[in-house]
């Protein structure tokens, strides 16, 4: 089983940055890909960047098509901890956004899904 616990969000203007952060509690985070989607009012949650296991080249790092160029994701094994690192923020940026651990993606859709789910947090950005 596994905790997670998201902070960091808030009202920032378009073209700012914002770090969110996501603790994770449980044995096992470190064998699990981690990752973060987010929802808008009215769409459907969408998939916003994934990290893979930690291993010794470091993790693999994944990033949907809106965002890519923009939104970097890392972890610290240490700390139990994953940081989506968000750069040139737009107004359709505007979202919660959600923790999740134990990603995959489908081999024939390429949609990701997850095992975990935090509760998230809201993400403004002001036009």
């Not at 291993?55 to 923009?70: L, M, P, Q």
């Not at 989506?84 to 505007?94: A, R, V």
């Not at 979202?95 to 651990?101: D, K």
């Amino acid at each position: 089983q596994v905790q997670l616990v998201e902070s960091g969000g808030g009202l920032v203007q378009t073209g700012g940055s914002l770090r969110l952060s996501c603790a994770a509690s449980g044995r096992t985070f470190s064998s699990y890909t981690m990752g973060w989607f987010r929802q808008a009012p009215g769409k459907e949650r969408e998939f916003v960047a994934a990290i893979t296991a930690i291993t010794r080249s470091g993790g693999i790092t994944y990033a949907g098509d809106s965002v890519k160029g923009r939104f970097t994701i890392s972890r610290d094994g240490d700390k139990n901890t994953v940081y989506p690192q968000m750069e040139s923020l737009k107004p359709e940026d505007t979202a919660v956004y959600y923790c999740a651990a134990d990603l995959t993606r489908d081999a024939y859709s390429s949609k990701w899904s997850a095992g975990f789910w935090g509760q998230g947090t809201q993400v403004t950005v002001s036009s």
